[in-house]
């Protein structure tokens, strides 16, 4: 008995199948979207859409901000009109949480009404694992009779200060004693951001094991999440090494608390693939331990983005070898008529 083992086996909303051999996965991420939000956000959107062709829309956290956040109608209203975008063309969608929006000690319960969109395929992880979108997407062969790639989605948190709290440690008294807690060689321009926690990387770890069983062999997979890894830095500080491709016009804020989740999947061997967002104005790649790590850019009007990086990553999957992934950026401008 595999712990967790029910929340593997939670069958999508709807159906992923691959169609004549191959899928197609979008990925955007910060849409920091509010109640009066810019209307080019649903207009990029459709057009990346419609262009690209997806099989599968992922949306990396930030998805809302500020007021739309204040309650759940307000919340409700901004989504059903993304859902209404993705509904038109019958595109599955699916997402999990930012700093921003992360749904832990929120005043309403943010999943719940995601869960209500007509198309979200979103999840509710288990309640003993920290955190809230944990949950894990299988792509079926066209048939459904064997899953051949599997989406993991896991919940990056939001503040570092509450994971101090929570461990007992303290709030620190000075930038100082902050510094020597987590010095700032290990994370990006704003230390507060938060870590996975050792619970979620075992969900992850034993689900993976649990496929494998399933299936008799290991099945290849993609992961996203939000706030990215810590091991991002090094595919930017070394290029050569890490195949490092793309531009990146921000640190990478990742949290100073490497969980072991990169660790984990070099040890499984079957997601080959990372995708973050969180760093708006970064859409580079590289590849570190045979795993690459990317980036999709944001989509943002009503938060600081780059008209030339806007958009979303596109991951190309083939049944013939669904393990070999090729992925490549869209630009909202090269579909906007």
């Known amino acids: 008995?595999?712990?967790?083992?029910?929340?593997?086996?939670?069958?999508?909303?709807?159906?992923?199948?691959?169609?004549?051999?191959?899928?197609?996965?979008?990925?955007?991420?910060?849409?920091?979207?509010?109640?009066?939000?810019?209307?080019?956000?649903?207009?990029?959107?459709?057009?990346?859409?419609?262009?690209?062709?997806?099989?599968?829309?992922?949306?990396?956290?930030?998805?809302?901000?500020?007021?739309?956040?204040?309650?759940?109608?307000?919340?409700?209203?901004?989504?059903?009109?993304?859902?209404?975008?993705?509904?038109?063309?019958?595109?599955?969608?699916?997402?999990?949480?930012?700093?921003?929006?992360?749904?832990?000690?929120?005043?309403?319960?943010?999943?719940?009404?995601?869960?209500?969109?007509?198309?979200?395929?979103?999840?509710?992880?288990p309640e003993e694992v920290s955190g809230v979108t944990n949950y894990v997407l299988p792509i079926t062969s066209e048939d459904g009779s064997e899953t051949l790639f599997n989406v993991w989605l896991l919940d990056s948190h939001d503040s570092l200060g509450d994971y101090m709290r929570l461990h007992r440690l303290g709030d620190p008294s000075s930038k100082w004693d902050y510094q020597c807690a987590y010095p700032s060689c290990l994370h990006g321009w704003a230390a507060g951001y938060d870590t996975l926690r050792f619970d979620q990387v075992m969900w992850y770890y034993n689900g993976s094991r649990w496929f494998e069983q399933q299936a008799g062999?290991?099945?290849?997979?993609?992961?996203?999440?939000?706030?990215?890894?810590?091991?991002?830095?090094?595919?930017?500080?070394?290029?050569?090494?890490?195949?490092y491709e793309g531009i990146m016009r921000e640190t990478v804020g990742n949290s100073p608390v490497n969980a072991g989740l990169l660790n984990a999947m070099v040890d499984r061997d079957d997601v080959k693939t990372v995708v973050a967002g969180h760093d708006h104005i970064n859409d580079c790649t590289g590849t570190f331990m045979g795993i690459k790590l990317t980036y999709d850019a944001g989509l943002s009007y009503d938060c600081y983005c780059h008209d030339d990086l806007r958009g979303g990553r596109v991951f190309d999957l083939s049944a013939e070898d669904p393990a070999k992934v090729t992925t490549w950026m869209a630009r909202a401008r090269d579909y906007v008529k």
């Open 1 to 125: 008995m595999f712990e967790y083992e029910s929340s593997y086996a939670i069958p999508n909303k709807l159906p992923l199948r691959f169609h004549d051999g191959r899928f197609r996965i979008l990925s955007i991420s910060d849409l920091h979207g509010i109640v009066r939000y810019d209307k080019r956000l649903t207009r990029d959107l459709a057009a990346l859409l419609d262009g690209v062709k997806p099989d599968l829309l992922l949306m990396l956290g930030d998805v809302a901000d500020h007021d739309a956040l204040e309650s759940a109608e307000n919340l409700r209203g901004y989504l059903a009109d993304l859902n209404a975008v993705m509904a038109q063309r019958n595109i599955p969608w699916a997402h999990t949480f930012g700093n921003h929006d992360c749904d832990e000690n929120k005043p309403f319960s943010q999943m719940a009404v995601y869960e209500e969109m007509s198309h979200c395929i979103s999840k509710r992880g």
């Open 217 to 243: 062999r290991k099945v290849p997979g993609l992961l996203g999440l939000h706030i990215p890894l810590p091991e991002y830095r090094v595919i930017y500080q070394n290029p050569a090494e890490c195949y």
